[in-house]
């Protein structure tokens, strides 16, 4: 029986990659996608299967952990990839706080929502994996000015990748947060580099063997600083 792997934002960018590549890895792959002809679309393309989902929306995500249950009963990984607003037109000095909290809807709730409506999924696996895709621009050590709704969002989802990954050893999950580089999407823009690579690093934190770190952060399968 193929493990189970749930990617967040699947229809596009380093999300439909990273479906692409489980699936080839022998995952049996569920594409979430907001907009239910992109998800049927795309899962088609890459061989997974659609699931409707907007992980802002309460009623959406609990719609779509009843199917996973009802369908598969379990789930051996979550993918955390769906995210908004680079906001390279923002300084925290005058930033509308309306965007960033939208940001936070998505990029720190949002997983947030997700991980405490498949928890009880996860704990059914044997191997758990939870995968929070993040970006180094949420490092501390290295933080400058810009960018400020997504850096500061990303920042709180490296915590809560830290707190789950202590909350959760005792039941053998494995959480991380992974940066995948900047990589040519519609997020990333132009001259990123390309899809393929950004993925991979995402894929290998979903399939880390048991003895895998937790609570850690990664670009390619390398420690980065917090
Ligand atoms: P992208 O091309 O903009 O794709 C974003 C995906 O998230 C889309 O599938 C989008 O769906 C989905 N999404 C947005 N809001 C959603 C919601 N409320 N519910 C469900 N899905 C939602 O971005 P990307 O470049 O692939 O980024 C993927 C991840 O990598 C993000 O976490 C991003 O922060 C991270 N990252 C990217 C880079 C980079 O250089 N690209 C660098 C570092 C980190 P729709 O099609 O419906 O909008």
Redesign the pocket.
Known sequence: MSDIALV?????????EVCRQLVEHGFTVVL????EE?GKTVAAEVGALPLL?????DASVMAAAAEVAEVHGRLDVLI?????T?DTWQRAETADLAVVRAAA???LY?PWRMVQAFLPLLRKSSHARIVN?????ASLTGMRGGTPA?NTT?VALNALTRMLAAELRPDRILVNSI???????????PG?RP?AE?AAGIVWAAMLPDSGPTGGFFRDGRPLPW
């Open positions: 967040t934002g699947g229809n596009r960018g380093i999300g439909r979430g996608a907001r907009s992109a989902l907007d992980v802002t929306d955390n990839s769906a995210a908004i680079y809807e998505t990029n949002g895709v993040s970006s180094e621009a997504y990303k940066c995948p580089g900047w990589v040519a999407t519609d997020m990333g823009g990123g899809v950004g």
